[in-house]
Nanobody, 123 residues
Framework: QVPLRESGGDSVAPLGSLRLSCTAS????????WAWFRQTPGKEREWVAL????????NYADSVDGRFTIYPDNAKKSVYLQMNSLKPEDTAMYYC????????????????WGQGTQVTVSS
């Protein structure tokens, strides 16, 4: 069973919007934070957004602050990333991750990773 499954990636024109979803399997337990990362070929993975399972401790990378919103749905054991005003530089594979601590997770120390969903922003 895939521990984290992302969906919602697509091709969209600049200034468009997308909502990414990530659902955790029953095997994923004992985590306190959700995060989204992204990566493009030849570049290091970049942290995008973080939130606690309680819905607080919301944090964003400067590059997406004000355009992206992360929010959890504990009843569905899911997290979402609403992406607005998309730019070509947002093009990347987006990954969901979970971990026990916020600072650790933001630095890539995740308990589980998803397999990614591709977002392409192009006219």
């Amino acid at each position: 069973q895939v521990p984290l499954r992302e969906s919602g990636g697509d091709s969209v024109a600049p200034l468009g919007s997308l909502r990414l979803s990530c659902t955790a399997s029953d095997d994923v337990r004992d985590f306190n934070y959700w995060a989204w990362f992204r990566q493009t070929p030849g570049k290091e993975r970049e942290w995008v957004a973080l939130i606690s399972i309680r819905g607080d401790s919301e944090n964003y990378a400067d590059s997406v602050d004000g355009r992206f919103t992360i929010y959890p749905d504990n009843a569905k054991k899911s997290v979402y990333l609403q992406m607005n005003s998309l730019k070509p530089e947002d093009t990347a594979m987006y990954y969901c991750a979970v971990g026990p601590t916020g600072p650790g997770l933001a630095n890539g120390r995740a308990s589980y990773w998803g397999q990614g969903t591709q977002v392409t922003v192009s006219s």
